[in-house]
């Protein structure tokens, strides 16, 4: 029976169907009801349904086009509007949408000519301004991007749209307090539109604001959801998604995946989500078969680091180092991948091909999470002093945090330094946890004296047999295991020793601590907090609290924390350090040179807090007080970093000489310091003395072979050789490596100097990359001139009068050259304009 009635019932609803609305008139009406109120699912089946019967309907095509663009789908849009202007659409009805579109799809060239198929006082109007504003700016044509939005403005200064475009060039030249004044303004006045919370949000993030991001972006969301999905909603999600992962917050992912479900549940960033969370939970093998169907649609880099680092917690290395390569081929040295692809060495058994990969990235010297890796990595390869030498850079970046100062101190016991490795180890706990730190340094003391891994295994375990009721000692074990880098087993042991003892709070910190290295801020800030209930004046906690508050992007709170901690311990370098790198985030000279006069009157043979007031010092102008403080720091301690501090103010200083020899001291200390290279060879250069400022040069490159500058320091120093041929050379290897415009001008000249071909095509390839140069143009523009190639000035002249239309010089020079050419209107014209 239901074999025979369902096809009739499915006739008779395709019956019905047809019958209740087969008129194209009622189909488009019905479409463009449904556009209007925001249900594009609604239009779109309208519409292709019209379209089957009249596919060469303009109307119908145009409106589809209009709610592809809102779908996001941008490719459908360009062909249904490019559709309707072949079959006679006005420039009025397509080009907008159209330009729009293919702004989207990087087409920005065409988009402006779409554009200028509208005519007349069409031209003058805000929607077309600000169109014409999108392509300029993705074009970085921003001079012309800003005349057209001030035009905009004259008509309608307080059109939302028009603030917010503003609001968005000023972004992208960096300009943050306008931009944040004319986004708040929209929020003030309209305060409904998502894109206007969108913008706020993207805004904190360029600001290091995550939590005010997260909070703008949930905003967003919110009004989001009163319309149909679009690929701005879609892309508000992934922005959020970031954050949440970034902070480790499984709550709020969760959440943030419940969202997705109800609203694009078959888009790729719900499936990112849901392989996230999956992730998060442990729950591996579920968020591998997602992220299989996730990189079938889409191969980003996003979606490729979530999966090797779901197939490292697989142990699966093989394919982690796949996806993990694939993922640098798209972006190279993409930071997330390199150090998941070090792990992935690691785990292999290759600690030195782990390491070479990290010394590799630009930031490695400046990150402490990058130092304490490489630092763990070092001791892996048998390498302790290295080790000692990237734990102590990451320590001095990152005082007081128990992840450094553990590989440290195994560092030191490694090295027979037993009583700083002491010293390091009760640190972060205090004398509470005294009996956990004896245990650690004993189980310590036998891996680093080459005990047999397993033998140094069996031996840990009896001391947990031992110790089943003893808090402190299961702690010390799980210390042990937290140095070797098995932060799970330490984990559970530490949530051991609390089941003994709930009130011994150097294990809750010591948990806390695991979690915010591992990303975990929730986490991390509610064992923090429980801490310091249960003991106010926890040092550790309140250090610890204040990271995650700075993960978070509070610096307000991090500030309070310290203050906190300052008051209960005004002695206390670390607390001092961590209250001194805060205010240097917060970037108020004066409040630094307080806390730095504050923290030396309590402390004043701190070597670490006289170099942070000789810096502060040598940045606000007192070259004495700052020469002073860097040698007394070096005095007390000498060290790289601190001889090369020292050297960099002598120099400025004028002292020379004296530079010199703390920087040659600093080198003897570590010879892979680029920055110290770089500064010796600039002095040596100085002095005329560029043999030995050829040979700094090339040890730079040997150490940073993928960096522009040691190419560079032998580029300025074969030109001080006046070298011409050898300069242009290595100006070009610099500029491959990073291009500039001051490589580029440099290229021209010292090839030019050399009389080789062509000394302008670094310049022409900046201006492709750089449009808006208008000082670049004018050196090509002469150039030119000089060739006498009239086309070519006509060519440069033309391109700085359209992102700059009163510029005196190009005016004067275009007039004179179309007057040689004979064309005297055009001549008349621009000299006018000159005149004018």
């Excluded at 999966?307 to 917690?313: F, I, S």
């Excluded at 796949?322 to 600690?351: K, W």
Aim: contains cysteine; hydrophobic residues 45%.
């Amino acid at each position: 029976m239901y074999s025979t009635r369902f096809p009739v019932l499915l006739t008779l609803l395709a019956f019905g169907l047809v019958a209740c609305g087969d008129d194209p008139s009622q189909r488009l009406e019905r479409a463009t009801s449904a556009y209007a109120a925001g249900n594009d699912a609604l239009a779109s089946i309208e519409l292709r349904n019209l379209l089957q019967r009249e596919p060469d309907n303009v109307e119908a095509r145009l409106l589809l086009g209009r709610v592809a663009l809102r779908q996001g789908d941008v490719s459908e849009a360009v062909t249904q509007l490019s559709r309707a202007q072949a079959l006679g659409a006005s420039a009025e009805q397509f080009a907008l949408p159209l330009a729009d579109a293919l702004i989207r799809q990087n087409r920005a060239d065409e988009a402006l000519d779409v554009l200028d198929e509208i005519e007349g006082a069409e031209r003058n109007t805000v929607s077309w301004l600000l169109a014409q504003a999108n392509a300029l700016v993705s074009q970085r044509r921003l001079v012309a991007a800003a005349d057209a939005l001030e035009r905009a403005a004259g008509l309608a200064p307080e059109d939302p749209d028009v603030m917010l475009a503003r609001a968005r060039l000023a972004a992208v030249r960096n300009e943050q307090d306008r931009a944040e004044t004319l986004v708040d303004r929209v929020i003030d006045q309209h305060g409904n539109r998502a894109d206007a919370h969108h913008l706020r949000a993207e805004l904190h993030l360029a600001a290091g604001n995550s939590a005010a991001a997260a909070a703008a972006l949930q905003r967003a969301l919110a009004l989001y959801a009163t319309e149909s999905v679009s690929s701005a909603e879609l892309s508000a999600f992934a922005q959020l998604v970031q954050i949440q992962l970034g902070s480790a917050d499984r709550e709020g992912l969760e959440k943030t995946r419940d969202q997705l479900r109800g609203r694009a549940p078959s888009s790729t960033i719900a499936l990112y989500v849901s392989a996230a969370s999956d992730h998060l939970a442990g729950d591996y093998a579920d968020a591998s078969r997602t992220l299989q169907e996730l990189l079938a649609a889409s191969e980003s880099v996003q979606f490729l680091l979530l999966a090797g680092a779901n197939h490292l917690a697989l142990n699966a290395l093989g394919q982690a180092e796949q996806v993990l390569q694939r993922a640098l081929s798209l972006e190279p040295g993409q930071v997330g991948a390199t150090r998941l692809l070090a792990e992935t060495r690691r785990r292999q058994g290759r600690p030195d091909a782990a390491l070479q990969l990290l010394r590799g990235l630009p930031v490695a010297g400046e990150d402490s999470g990058l130092l304490l890796q490489m630092g763990g990595l070092a001791l892996d390869a048998d390498q302790p002093r290295d080790a000692v030498v990237h734990l102590e850079e990451a320590n001095r970046l990152s005082p007081g945090t128990p992840a450094v100062q553990l590989q440290l101190a195994r560092a030191y016991l490694a090295l027979d330094r037993t009583d700083e490795a002491v010293e390091m180890f009760r640190g972060p706990f205090g004398s509470e946890a005294q009996g956990a730190v004896e245990t650690a340094v004993r189980l310590l003391t036998g891996a680093a004296s080459g005990q047999d891994p397993e033998a140094a295994a069996a031996r840990a375990e009896s001391t947990l047999a031992e110790a089943a009721q003893d808090a402190e000692r299961i702690m010390g074990v799980a210390l042990y295991h937290q140095a070797l880098g098995a932060t799970d087993r330490s984990r559970q042991l530490l949530r051991r020793s609390l089941e003994v003892d709930e009130a011994f709070n150097p294990a809750r910190v010591a948990l806390a601590a695991i979690a915010m290295s591992q990303g975990e801020a929730g986490q991390a800030r509610s064992l923090f907090s429980e801490a310091l209930v249960r003991e106010p004046d926890n040092r550790q906690a309140l250090l610890g609290l204040s990271q995650v508050a700075l993960a978070e992007g509070t610096l307000e709170e991090a500030s309070e924390l310290l203050s906190r901690a300052v008051s209960r311990e005004p002695g206390n370098a670390v607390v001092r350090m961590a209250q001194l790198r805060v205010e240097a985030q917060r970037g108020d000279t004066e409040r630094m040179l307080a806390a730095a006069n504050s923290a030396a009157e309590a402390i004043p043979a701190d070597p670490d807090i006289l170099t942070f007031r000789g810096l502060v010092r040598l940045a606000s102008g007192d070259g004495e007080g700052a020469l002073a403080d860097l040698a007394r720091a070096a005095e007390i301690a000498p060290r790289a970093d601190r001889l090369h501090n020292l050297g960099q103010a002598q120099a400025a200083a004028g002292r020379v000489d004296e530079a010199r020899a703390n920087l040659e001291r600093a080198l003897d200390l570590d010879a892979r310091r680029p920055t110290t290279l770089r500064l010796l060879a600039q002095l040596e250069r100085q002095r005329g003395e560029t043999t030995a400022a050829r040979r700094l040069a090339r040890r730079l490159q040997s150490l940073e072979p993928e960096s522009a500058a040691g190419y560079h320091e032998e580029a300025l120093t074969r030109e001080a050789e006046r070298a011409w041929p050898e300069a242009a050379r290595f100006y070009r290897e610099a500029f491959e490596r990073e291009s500039t415009v001051e490589r580029a001008l440099a290229y021209f000249r010292a090839r030019g100097a050399a009389g080789g071909p062509e000394p302008q095509i670094l310049l022409q390839r900046w201006l492709a990359q750089a449009p808006d140069d208008i000082p670049a143009r004018l050196v090509l523009a002469q150039h030119h001139l000089s060739l006498g190639d009239a086309p070519g000035v006509v060519r440069e002249y033309t391109a700085i009068i359209e992102r700059d239309p009163d510029n005196v010089v190009a005016l004067n020079n275009i007039a004179w050259q179309l007057g040689e050419l004979g064309e005297y209107s055009r001549a008349l014209d621009y000299g006018r304009r000159a005149v004018d």
